[in-house]
Structures are given as structure tokens and as C-alpha cells.
């Protein structure tokens, strides 16, 4: 079973930068990100498959953040550059493990902060 183990959240001024990490224990078919803020829904922000080599995002974090893999750890990063409050959440990395499927596997979480 693929688990998954992410990091690299924290507390940045607006217009900072910070890097996520989420390691797979195995190569999923898809991986990405996702985030939920106070009060709010869980999004999606970015992802990356294995199946089309192709790298996706959300329209709020185009030309901000950048997805990245590393495939011989099983690996993806997200580079969020230029931070809004608004991107103030928890991310979380998700994993698609199944054929023709949804995200099924889910990281801890990891608090991003973006202060004004």
C-alpha cells in the first residue's frame, strides 16, 4: 500500500516563497496537491501524472506555483512562489493508486501561512 509523508510548510510574509515535499512509499499513476482554508472547501492547486508526463494546475496559483518530481524517490514538490493570504491553508498531498480512479491516498497535512 502507497503511503505518503509531506513537509515543508510554514510561515512566510506576502511575495515569499516555500517548498512542499510529499514522498510516495511506491510510483502512483498520479500525484498532487490540494489545499483547505478555514471555513472552506478542500481544493485542488496542482498535480502531476505519471500516465500523460503532464504537469496541471489550478487558475488561482498558474504562474506562482510549479509542480516537480524527482523519480527515482517517488517523489513531488511544489514551489510556491509570490504567497497571498489568500493561499493561507493546509496542503495536502494525495496520490492516485488505482487504475482509472480518484485520489485515494492522502498525506497528514502540512500548514502553509502567508502573513500580510
Known amino acids: 500500500q502507497v503511503q505518503l509523508e509531506e513537509s515543508g510548510g510554514g510561515l512566510v510574509q506576502a511575495g515569499g516563497s516555500l517548498k512542499l515535499s510529499c514522498a510516495a512509499s511506491?510510483?502512483?499513476?498520479?500525484m498532487g496537491w490540494f489545499r483547505q482554508a478555514p471555513g472552506k472547501e478542500r481544493e485542488f492547486v496542482a498535480a502531476?501524472?505519471?500516465?500523460?508526463?503532464?504537469?496541471y494546475y489550478a487558475d488561482s496559483v498558474k504562474g506562482r506555483f510549479i509542480i516537480s518530481r524527482d523519480n527515482s524517490k517517488n517523489t513531488v514538490y511544489l514551489q510556491m512562489n509570490n504567497l497571498k493570504p489568500e493561499d493561507t491553508a493546509i496542503y495536502y498531498c494525495?496520490?492516485?493508486?488505482?487504475?482509472?480512479?480518484?485520489?485515494?491516498?492522502w498525506g497528514q497535512g502540512t500548514q502553509v501561512t502567508v502573513s500580510s
Open positions: 502531476f501524472s505519471w500516465r500523460t508526463s503532464g504537469n
Open positions: 511506491g510510483r502512483p499513476f498520479r
Open positions: 494525495a496520490a492516485d493508486i488505482n487504475p482509472g480512479g480518484d485520489y485515494d491516498v
